[in-house]
């Protein structure tokens, strides 16, 4: 997988910059304020090139943010140095791989997002990341995390699409083909990449494979371990509970 996200920094932000980070980041924070209306300090699992974590430091969270990818961190650092000081002094930015990084601190609430859990395609890889998250919760802390949806995903099924953005330097077109393994409870998206840069008249491809686990909520339940127990269930971006409809889901966990 770091091999993947190594080549994914380069052009990650362009592909999504018409993602709505401030609004998810809100819909983050109005759970926070409703079920941890005094937490100030959030672990981010998976933090990418830092966008919500720029966002929850606007609105006052101190925001430490773990990625496996160097590339990635990198570009979370560049966007830290282009804040005003004060939301600057709220985030940090950190190493580390979702299963196994300790930070040594303990945070009031974690947050994973853009299916980070998702990634975490054995049983194994999911019982470790919720270990992870268990070890860095103060008792009564959050866990709040989006994964896409089982029966939302059997019953939609995933097509191929193709996406094509440009800025200044570059036109990226990128087509997505997937395949289900349905026994395993996974898709392989298959992504074609092509790059070209404008300044040179140079054309650049390359060839990656996200393996993505839909998931179930009776599987979460025996997989996320006694320590964590839920407290609501929803479908992405909404008050309302998933559906077939719901590709996204997100729940909010605790740490008891």
Not at 20 to 38: F, I, Q, T, V
Not at 168 to 177: G, K, L
Not at 197 to 226: C, N, Q, V, W
């Amino acid at each position: 997988m770091k091999d993947v996200f190594e080549s994914y920094s380069r052009y990650y932000d362009l592909l999504y910059r018409d993602k709505d980070y401030a609004g998810e980041a809100e819909y983050l924070a109005s759970h926070l304020r409703r079920h941890a209306p005094k937490a100030a300090s959030v672990l981010e699992l998976g933090c990418g090139t830092g966008a919500h974590a720029e966002h929850l430091a606007r609105m006052g969270y101190a925001v430490h943010g773990v990625d496996h990818s160097e590339a990635m961190l990198a570009q979370a650092a560049a966007r830290k140095a282009s804040l005003a000081a004060e939301a600057a002094a709220r985030l940090s930015f950190g190493r580390g791989d979702v299963r196994t990084v300790r930070t040594g601190a303990t945070y009031d609430a974690v947050v994973s997002l853009f299916h980070v859990m998702s990634y975490q395609t054995t049983n194994a890889d999911l019982q470790a990341a919720f270990a992870t998250v268990a070890a860095h919760l103060r008792p009564g802390g959050l866990f709040l995390f989006d994964f896409w949806y089982g029966p939302a995903v059997l019953t939609q099924q995933p097509e191929v699409r193709v996406k094509r953005l440009a800025d200044d330097r570059i036109e990226v077109t990128r087509i997505a083909e997937p395949v289900v393994h349905p026994n395993e409870n996974a898709v392989d998206v298959n992504y074609s990449v092509i790059i070209d840069d404008k300044a040179t008249g140079t054309s650049e491809r390359i060839h990656e494979t996200h393996r993505m686990r839909y998931l179930f909520l009776p599987e979460l339940m025996l997989l996320r371990g006694a320590a964590l127990e839920e407290r609501a269930t929803l479908a992405w971006m909404s008050a309302e509970a998933p559906s077939v409809q719901s590709w996204s889901a997100f729940q909010i966990l605790r740490r008891v």
